[in-house]
Protein backbone atom coordinates (compact mmCIF):
# COMPACT_ATOMS: atom_id res chain seq x y z
CA UNK A 1 0.00 0.00 0.00
CA UNK A 2 1.45 3.56 -0.87
CA UNK A 3 2.40 5.42 1.82
CA UNK A 4 4.17 9.32 2.83
CA UNK A 5 7.56 9.06 3.65
CA UNK A 6 9.69 10.99 6.00
CA UNK A 7 13.46 11.62 6.61
CA UNK A 8 14.95 12.01 8.70
CA UNK A 9 13.03 10.37 11.51
CA UNK A 10 15.08 12.77 13.96
CA UNK A 11 17.03 15.47 13.53
CA UNK A 12 19.10 17.29 16.10
CA UNK A 13 20.29 21.40 15.08
CA UNK A 14 21.81 23.99 16.85
CA UNK A 15 19.62 27.25 17.40
CA UNK A 16 19.70 29.37 14.76
CA UNK A 17 20.72 26.64 11.88
CA UNK A 18 18.71 25.59 9.19
CA UNK A 19 16.46 22.87 8.92
CA UNK A 20 15.04 21.02 6.15
CA UNK A 21 12.52 18.35 6.45
CA UNK A 22 11.86 16.27 3.69
CA UNK A 23 8.51 14.67 2.94
CA UNK A 24 7.70 11.76 0.16
CA UNK A 25 4.17 12.07 -0.75
CA UNK A 26 2.12 9.41 -2.67
CA UNK A 27 2.70 9.64 -6.18
CA UNK A 28 -0.43 10.41 -7.72
CA UNK A 29 -1.38 12.78 -5.00
CA UNK A 30 -1.91 16.78 -5.56
CA UNK A 31 -2.44 18.39 -1.85
CA UNK A 32 0.21 18.75 1.01
CA UNK A 33 0.09 19.82 3.93
CA UNK A 34 2.47 20.27 7.42
CA UNK A 35 1.54 19.59 10.66
CA UNK A 36 3.52 20.24 14.37
CA UNK A 37 3.03 18.53 17.37
CA UNK A 38 4.75 19.79 20.26
CA UNK A 39 5.61 17.77 23.06
CA UNK A 40 2.83 16.80 24.96
CA UNK A 41 0.16 18.47 23.08
CA UNK A 42 -2.20 18.65 20.30
CA UNK A 43 -1.10 18.29 16.43
CA UNK A 44 -1.76 21.21 14.61
CA UNK A 45 -2.40 22.77 10.99
CA UNK A 46 0.63 24.50 9.62
CA UNK A 47 0.39 24.71 5.90
CA UNK A 48 -1.27 23.59 2.58
CA UNK A 49 0.50 23.19 -0.57
CA UNK A 50 -1.04 22.98 -4.47
CA UNK A 51 0.29 23.54 -8.09
CA UNK A 52 3.34 24.77 -6.57
CA UNK A 53 2.32 27.43 -3.88
CA UNK A 54 1.08 27.96 -0.48
CA UNK A 55 -2.93 27.78 -0.50
CA UNK A 56 -3.45 28.82 3.45
CA UNK A 57 -0.88 28.89 6.41
CA UNK A 58 -1.68 29.39 9.97
CA UNK A 59 -0.33 31.99 12.27
CA UNK A 60 2.09 29.64 13.59
CA UNK A 61 3.74 29.35 9.53
CA UNK A 62 6.03 33.07 10.34
CA UNK A 63 8.81 34.32 7.47
CA UNK A 64 10.85 31.53 8.93
CA UNK A 65 9.25 28.48 7.43
CA UNK A 66 8.80 28.15 3.89
CA UNK A 67 7.58 25.03 1.56
CA UNK A 68 8.77 23.47 -1.48
CA UNK A 69 8.40 20.97 -4.22
CA UNK A 70 12.04 20.63 -5.46
CA UNK A 71 10.92 17.88 -8.58
CA UNK A 72 8.02 15.94 -8.86
CA UNK A 73 8.51 13.56 -5.66
CA UNK A 74 9.71 15.49 -2.97
CA UNK A 75 7.93 18.20 -0.53
CA UNK A 76 10.59 19.86 1.63
CA UNK A 77 9.57 22.04 4.48
CA UNK A 78 12.44 24.59 5.39
CA UNK A 79 13.29 26.10 8.89
CA UNK A 80 15.83 29.12 8.05
CA UNK A 81 16.96 30.02 11.47
CA UNK A 82 15.64 27.56 13.74
CA UNK A 83 14.46 28.73 17.60
CA UNK A 84 14.06 26.68 20.99
CA UNK A 85 10.66 26.63 20.57
CA UNK A 86 10.42 24.91 17.30
CA UNK A 87 11.13 21.86 18.79
CA UNK A 88 8.44 19.38 18.11
CA UNK A 89 7.40 16.32 15.60
CA UNK A 90 6.63 17.83 12.23
CA UNK A 91 4.16 15.60 10.27
CA UNK A 92 3.87 15.48 6.22
CA UNK A 93 0.80 14.51 4.77
CA UNK A 94 -0.77 13.72 0.90
CA UNK A 95 -4.13 14.26 0.04
CA UNK A 96 -5.74 12.95 -4.07
CA UNK A 97 -7.45 16.07 -3.98
CA UNK A 98 -9.02 19.38 -1.93
CA UNK A 99 -12.19 17.53 -1.28
CA UNK A 100 -13.28 16.84 1.95
CA UNK A 101 -13.89 13.20 0.76
CA UNK A 102 -10.22 12.36 -0.29
CA UNK A 103 -8.85 11.67 3.02
CA UNK A 104 -5.34 12.77 4.11
CA UNK A 105 -2.03 10.24 4.72
CA UNK A 106 0.09 11.20 7.00
CA UNK A 107 3.54 10.28 7.03
CA UNK A 108 5.81 8.91 10.64
CA UNK A 109 7.03 12.30 11.44
CA UNK A 110 10.13 14.06 11.93
CA UNK A 111 11.35 14.77 15.43
CA UNK A 112 13.38 17.81 15.42
CA UNK A 113 15.30 18.96 18.36
CA UNK A 114 16.85 22.22 18.59
CA UNK A 115 19.20 22.72 21.31
CA UNK B 1 -14.00 28.55 15.03
CA UNK B 2 -14.00 24.82 13.70
CA UNK B 3 -13.16 23.11 17.36
CA UNK B 4 -12.73 19.23 18.81
CA UNK B 5 -12.43 19.20 23.08
CA UNK B 6 -11.47 16.02 24.38
CA UNK B 7 -12.33 16.77 28.29
CA UNK B 8 -10.43 13.56 29.29
CA UNK B 9 -6.57 13.94 29.50
CA UNK B 10 -5.54 11.27 31.43
CA UNK B 11 -7.27 7.62 32.04
CA UNK B 12 -6.04 4.95 33.30
CA UNK B 13 -7.42 1.63 33.20
CA UNK B 14 -6.71 -2.34 34.20
CA UNK B 15 -6.39 -4.80 31.73
CA UNK B 16 -10.19 -5.99 29.98
CA UNK B 17 -11.33 -3.24 31.28
CA UNK B 18 -13.73 -1.68 28.83
CA UNK B 19 -13.10 2.06 28.54
CA UNK B 20 -14.91 5.28 26.49
CA UNK B 21 -12.62 8.25 25.09
CA UNK B 22 -15.18 10.97 24.02
CA UNK B 23 -15.02 13.50 22.12
CA UNK B 24 -17.13 16.98 21.20
CA UNK B 25 -16.83 19.02 18.36
CA UNK B 26 -18.01 22.10 17.16
CA UNK B 27 -18.15 23.19 13.51
CA UNK B 28 -20.11 25.54 10.82
CA UNK B 29 -20.17 22.71 7.75
CA UNK B 30 -22.53 20.89 7.22
CA UNK B 31 -20.14 18.27 5.47
CA UNK B 32 -17.14 17.03 7.38
CA UNK B 33 -15.37 14.61 8.73
CA UNK B 34 -14.37 12.81 11.61
CA UNK B 35 -11.46 11.09 12.46
CA UNK B 36 -9.69 9.44 15.10
CA UNK B 37 -6.24 8.69 15.70
CA UNK B 38 -3.91 6.56 17.91
CA UNK B 39 -0.20 7.95 18.83
CA UNK B 40 1.94 5.12 20.24
CA UNK B 41 5.18 6.03 22.29
CA UNK B 42 7.00 5.66 19.20
CA UNK B 43 5.01 9.12 17.71
CA UNK B 44 3.51 8.19 14.43
CA UNK B 45 0.15 9.03 14.02
CA UNK B 46 -2.02 5.36 13.15
CA UNK B 47 -5.21 6.30 11.71
CA UNK B 48 -8.21 4.04 13.20
CA UNK B 49 -11.53 5.74 11.98
CA UNK B 50 -12.91 8.28 9.85
CA UNK B 51 -16.63 9.29 9.55
CA UNK B 52 -19.08 11.18 7.47
CA UNK B 53 -21.33 13.73 8.98
CA UNK B 54 -23.61 12.42 6.89
CA UNK B 55 -23.41 8.43 8.10
CA UNK B 56 -24.65 8.22 11.73
CA UNK B 57 -24.19 4.68 12.17
CA UNK B 58 -22.44 3.41 15.03
CA UNK B 59 -19.49 1.30 13.90
CA UNK B 60 -17.56 -1.72 15.45
CA UNK B 61 -14.55 -2.85 14.20
CA UNK B 62 -12.88 -5.82 16.30
CA UNK B 63 -12.60 -4.64 19.99
CA UNK B 64 -13.24 -0.96 18.78
CA UNK B 65 -16.44 0.93 18.54
CA UNK B 66 -17.78 4.33 17.67
CA UNK B 67 -20.58 6.64 18.60
CA UNK B 68 -21.37 9.22 16.35
CA UNK B 69 -24.18 11.26 17.77
CA UNK B 70 -24.85 14.67 15.37
CA UNK B 71 -27.65 15.81 17.95
CA UNK B 72 -25.21 16.02 20.64
CA UNK B 73 -21.91 17.17 18.49
CA UNK B 74 -20.03 14.20 20.07
CA UNK B 75 -17.96 11.24 18.50
CA UNK B 76 -17.02 8.46 21.73
CA UNK B 77 -14.46 6.01 20.75
CA UNK B 78 -15.14 2.72 23.27
CA UNK B 79 -12.70 0.04 23.36
CA UNK B 80 -14.03 -3.17 24.89
CA UNK B 81 -11.89 -5.90 27.05
CA UNK B 82 -8.50 -3.49 27.09
CA UNK B 83 -5.12 -4.46 26.56
CA UNK B 84 -1.78 -3.18 27.54
CA UNK B 85 -1.08 -2.50 24.24
CA UNK B 86 -3.86 -0.07 24.13
CA UNK B 87 -1.45 2.37 25.62
CA UNK B 88 -1.40 5.41 23.63
CA UNK B 89 -2.55 8.84 22.94
CA UNK B 90 -5.14 8.80 21.39
CA UNK B 91 -6.41 11.90 19.26
CA UNK B 92 -10.24 13.04 17.82
CA UNK B 93 -10.01 14.92 14.66
CA UNK B 94 -12.47 17.23 12.69
CA UNK B 95 -12.12 18.20 9.42
CA UNK B 96 -12.14 21.58 8.43
CA UNK B 97 -12.39 23.84 5.11
CA UNK B 98 -9.41 26.00 4.39
CA UNK B 99 -8.57 27.49 0.97
CA UNK B 100 -9.29 25.41 -1.48
CA UNK B 101 -8.67 22.43 0.24
CA UNK B 102 -9.21 20.67 3.99
CA UNK B 103 -7.40 21.47 7.05
CA UNK B 104 -7.58 18.89 10.22
CA UNK B 105 -8.67 20.28 13.63
CA UNK B 106 -7.00 17.76 15.83
CA UNK B 107 -8.27 17.59 20.42
CA UNK B 108 -5.37 17.84 22.70
CA UNK B 109 -5.61 14.11 22.77
CA UNK B 110 -6.35 11.52 25.55
CA UNK B 111 -3.55 9.61 27.24
CA UNK B 112 -5.26 6.11 28.19
CA UNK B 113 -2.78 3.65 30.24
CA UNK B 114 -3.45 -0.04 30.80
CA UNK B 115 -2.27 -1.50 33.59
CA UNK B 116 -1.49 -5.63 33.50
Known amino acids: EPEVTQTPSHQVTQMGQEVILRCVPISNHLYFYWYRQILGQKVEFLVSFYN ?8 IFDDQFSVER ?4 NFTLK ?5 L ?15 TYNEQFFGPGTRLTVL | ?29 TTYYLFWYKQPPSGELVFLIRRNSFDEQNEISGRYSWNFQKSTSSFNFTITASQVVDSAVYFCALS ?19 LA
Open chain 1, 79 to 83: IRSTK
Open chain 1, 70 to 73: PDGS
Open chain 1, 85 to 99: EDSAMYFCASSESGS
Open chain 2, 96 to 114: ERASGTYKYIFGTGTRLKV
Open chain 1, 52 to 59: NEISEKSE
Open chain 2, 1 to 29: AQKVTQAQTEISVVEKEDVTLDCVYETRD
